[in-house]
């Protein structure tokens, strides 16, 4: 089937899946408190903007900097920090929902069936999630789909063009996140997908030019890998990877710890981010993959479940955008589900309207009830109850830029808990424009008002105190005036933290 011949048919279906799917990516794009990583991702983009000799900046903490690079021209076009950051997320989205639709045709070489793709991908909660969120995971998901993507066009078609294309691909994706390796070690699985000459002659010739095609897409990636040595701080990488997983030796040691609990979790973040319906489908594409694309079906599954299970064995740190990046296969598998409408018509439509259901009601709630969305306890913690959720940050910013202006001071200083993250990063991104207020970052649970604010404030200079009250025990406030309290999303036992804002008084 001609791919472009055959788009014009369903030109219209096609443009509104996009629309759909980047409208609900970008629609109240903010209205989420921003989370810790974002606020060390955008203000390490703000810094590597300022001072050209830090542009390898997140190495310092084994990070790798492609997305925050990426960031730095949308810091110039918007003027919200957490947009800027926050849309790239989304133009990666956008790019991965293409990747779904031209991979699928490719493979299974059926429209409808990469229409379906499409369709799942674009409204699915777990994608819409995280591609809302200025995090690495969704840069790392676009540039491992589109390594497989030209690939498998450089293999199929035995043309350099397109692994050099695959190539700067998978330098993207290994300078965007250290799970890219997964992409390095899986890439060579595109031969599953080839169709092979009976004659071993004929088998042998291909392996040769296949083998060229690949020593140039793993050269140009390892290229682009080690432009990350010019970096002052390369040698981190590995280092600070030893403080997320363990190592190799842990299978031996504690093969079922933790495992077994990080397979639940995965479990639990399909039910909740994908649906039961969805997982439904997943099973029942799985089975029409074997009967019509088996071998596409062992490639995407090998694909999708090798890294989760590694990941459950030896990640110390394991979180939902963590899988981010083997939905894509995850997504594919399912599509294949359509093959069964007609045998399994009445089971097929109960299940895709349910899924749509709650899809609609899942990214409905992302963008305008962010308190009703069903997360899993963990994610809802961490991006609405505790700590990490920045909410207040940027009230606390106006209210200090409206100070700064009408007072004419010639210095403001804010302490905050914490050295990095929600604080003090998520208030710098929104104070960078404006030097002159000074943002300290003084550690964790205060038990009094930090002697540097005390003493700040009885020099003369206007001074402030933001923190969280999880992470304080103040008992004495009489050198400080609350001026603001910022309370997060209710916890399940109906508790709930705060941001708590005071002014330092002489």
Same mark, same amino acid.
């Given at each position: 089937?001609?791919?472009?011949?055959?788009?014009?048919?369903?030109?219209?279906?096609?443009?509104?899946?996009?629309?759909?799917?980047?409208?609900?990516?970008?629609?109240?794009?903010?209205?989420?408190?921003?989370?810790?990583?974002?606020?060390?991702?955008?203000?390490?983009?703000?810094?590597?903007?300022?001072?050209?000799?830090?542009?390898?900046?997140?190495?310092?903490?084994?990070?790798?900097?492609?997305?925050?690079?990426?960031?730095?021209?949308?810091?110039?076009?918007?003027?919200?920090?957490?947009?800027?950051?926050?849309?790239?997320?989304?133009?990666?989205?956008?790019?991965?929902?293409?990747?779904?639709?031209?991979?699928?045709?490719?493979?299974?070489?059926?429209?409808?069936?990469?229409?379906?793709?499409?369709?799942?991908?674009?409204?699915?909660?777990?994608?819409?999630?995280?591609?809302?969120?200025?995090?690495?995971?969704?840069?790392?998901?676009?540039?491992?789909?589109?390594?497989?993507?030209?690939?498998?066009?450089?293999?199929?078609?035995?043309?350099?063009?397109?692994?050099?294309?695959?190539?700067?691909?998978?330098?993207?994706?290994?300078?965007?996140?250290?799970?890219?390796?997964?992409?390095?070690?899986?890439?060579?699985?595109?031969? &599953?997908?080839?169709?092979?000459? $009976?004659? +071993?002659?004929?088998? !042998?010739? %291909?392996?040769?030019?296949? *083998? =060229? /095609? #690949?020593?140039?897409?793993?050269?140009?990636?390892?290229?682009?890998?080690?432009?990350?040595?010019?970096?002052?701080?390369?040698?981190?990488?590995?280092?600070?990877?030893?403080?997320?997983?363990?190592?190799?030796?842990?299978?031996?040691?504690?093969?079922?710890?933790?495992?077994?609990?990080?397979?639940?979790?995965?479990?639990?973040?399909?039910?909740?981010?994908?649906?039961?319906?969805?997982?439904?489908?997943?099973?029942?594409?799985?089975?029409?993959?074997?009967?019509?694309?088996?071998?596409?079906?062992?490639?995407?599954?090998?694909?999708?479940?090798?890294?989760?299970?590694?990941?459950?064995?030896?990640?110390?740190?394991?979180?939902?955008?963590?899988?981010?990046?083997?939905?894509?296969?995850?997504?594919?598998?399912?599509?294949?589900?359509? &093959?069964?409408?007609?045998?399994? $018509?009445? +089971?097929?439509?109960? !299940?895709? %309207?349910?899924?749509?259901? *709650? =899809? /609609? #009601?899942?990214?409905?709630?992302?963008?305008?009830?962010?308190?009703?969305?069903?997360?899993?306890?963990?994610?809802?913690?961490?991006?609405?109850?505790?700590?990490?959720?920045?909410?207040?940050?940027?009230?606390?910013?106006?209210?200090?830029?409206?100070?700064?202006?009408?007072?004419?001071?010639?210095?403001?200083?804010?302490?905050?808990?914490?050295?990095?993250?929600?604080?003090?990063?998520?208030?710098?991104?929104?104070?960078?424009?404006?030097?002159?207020?000074?943002?300290?970052?003084?550690?964790?649970?205060?038990?009094?008002?930090?002697?540097?604010?005390?003493?700040?404030?009885?020099?003369?200079?206007?001074?402030?105190?933001?923190?969280?009250?999880?992470?304080?025990?103040?008992?004495?406030?009489?050198?400080?005036?609350?001026?603001?309290?910022?309370?997060?999303?209710?916890?399940?036992?109906?508790?709930?933290?705060?941001?708590?804002?005071?002014?330092?008084?002489?």
């Amino acid at each position: 089937m001609d791919f472009f011949g055959n788009f014009r048919k369903y030109f219209f279906l096609i443009f509104s899946i996009f629309a759909a799917g980047f409208l609900f990516r970008i629609v109240n794009l903010t209205s989420w408190p921003i989370f810790a990583d974002e606020a060390i991702y955008i203000r390490w983009a703000q810094v590597m903007r300022a001072e050209e000799t830090l542009r390898f900046l997140p190495l310092s903490d084994g990070k790798q900097p492609l997305f925050m690079w990426s960031m730095i021209p949308f810091l110039k076009i918007f003027s919200d920090p957490l947009f800027a950051g926050r849309f790239l997320s989304v133009v990666c989205g956008v790019l991965s929902m293409l990747g779904i639709l031209i991979f699928s045709f490719l493979i299974f070489k059926n429209l409808k069936i990469s229409i379906f793709a499409l369709f799942l991908y674009a409204i699915s909660p777990f994608n819409v999630f995280f591609e809302r969120l200025s995090l690495v995971d969704s840069m790392l998901s676009m540039f491992g789909l589109w390594s497989f993507i030209f690939a498998f066009l450089a293999l199929k078609k035995r043309r350099m063009d397109f692994a050099i294309f695959s190539g700067f691909c998978l330098g993207g994706a290994l300078i965007t996140k250290s799970p890219a390796l997964f992409f390095v070690l899986l890439l060579p699985l595109i031969l &599953l997908l080839l169709d092979w000459e $009976k004659s +071993l002659k004929k088998k !042998l010739s %291909s392996l040769k030019v296949y *083998f =060229s /095609l #690949f020593a140039i897409i793993y050269i140009i990636a390892y290229a682009i890998y080690n432009i990350l040595r010019l970096g002052p701080n390369f040698h981190l990488l590995a280092s600070r990877n030893l403080d997320y997983v363990f190592p190799i030796s842990h299978v031996l040691e504690s093969p079922f710890n933790p495992f077994l609990g990080h397979l639940k979790d995965v479990f639990v973040w399909f039910l909740y981010f994908s649906s039961p319906f969805m997982l439904i489908l997943f099973l029942i594409g799985i089975w029409e993959g074997f009967v019509a694309f088996r071998k596409q079906t062992v490639f995407l599954l090998v694909v999708f479940v090798i890294p989760i299970l590694i990941q459950s064995e030896y990640a110390k740190v394991f979180t939902a955008r963590y899988i981010l990046f083997v939905l894509p296969y995850f997504i594919l598998v399912s599509s294949l589900s359509i &093959l069964a409408i007609k045998k399994l $018509k009445f +089971l097929f439509l109960g !299940l895709f %309207s349910g899924f749509i259901l *709650f =899809s /609609l #009601f899942q990214v409905i709630t992302f963008a305008f009830v962010r308190e009703s969305s069903l997360l899993p306890e963990n994610e809802r913690s961490g991006y609405l109850e505790e700590w990490t959720a920045g909410y207040g940050i940027k009230e606390v910013s106006s209210y200090l830029i409206d100070f700064y202006k009408k007072n004419q001071e010639k210095e403001i200083v804010v302490g905050t808990e914490g050295f990095f993250g929600t604080l003090p990063d998520g208030l710098q991104i929104y104070l960078n424009s404006y030097p002159n207020i000074k943002v300290l970052g003084l550690g964790l649970n205060f038990r009094e008002i930090p002697k540097p604010l005390l003493d700040s404030s009885k020099n003369g200079t206007p001074t402030f105190f933001v923190f969280n009250d999880s992470r304080g025990d103040i008992s004495n406030y009489s050198n400080a005036s609350m001026i603001a309290s910022y309370p997060k999303t209710k916890k399940n036992n109906g508790s709930f933290e705060s941001l708590l804002f005071y002014r330092i008084m002489p």
